[in-house]
């Protein structure tokens, strides 16, 4: 079956860095686009970055361009999220999640996420 397991949260202060990682199994990982979502307390779920299944391109919220990076390695059926310039609105759960389709780019439809790892910026 399917499962995708999120780590690497944890506490960080304002400017620091965290980097999440998602262990995927039960699927071809290298056929599908993988993204990473987060939902803070009281909020909505907010899509935070994707990337493609050959990690060709990638793509990434205004709200966190230029600070988070995300990757995969197909070898290992990982992907991550590294987080730097960590601000307290980055406080939220991160889902880790997997587009339904295997197209490469993906379709933006995901079927699976994880149990997420929760992550917050406090001083």
């Known amino acids: 079956q399917v499962q995708l397991v999120e780590s690497g949260g944890g506490l960080a202060q304002p400017g620091g860095s965290l980097r999440l990682s998602c262990a995927a199994s039960g699927f071809t990982f290298s056929k599908h686009a993988m993204s990473w979502a987060r939902q803070a307390p009281g909020k909505g779920l907010e899509w935070v970055s994707s990337i493609y299944s050959d990690g060709s391109d990638r793509s990434y919220a205004d709200s966190v361009k230029g600070r988070f990076t995300i990757s995969r390695d197909n070898a290992k059926n990982m992907v991550y999220l590294q987080m730097n310039s960590l601000k307290p609105e980055d406080t939220a759960m991160y889902y880790c999640?997997?587009?339904?389709?295997?197209?490469?780019?993906?379709?933006?439809?995901?079927?699976?996420w994880g149990p997420g790892t929760q992550v917050t910026v406090s001083s």
């Open positions: 999640r997997k587009d339904k389709s295997t197209a490469v780019e993906g379709i933006g439809e995901y079927d699976y």
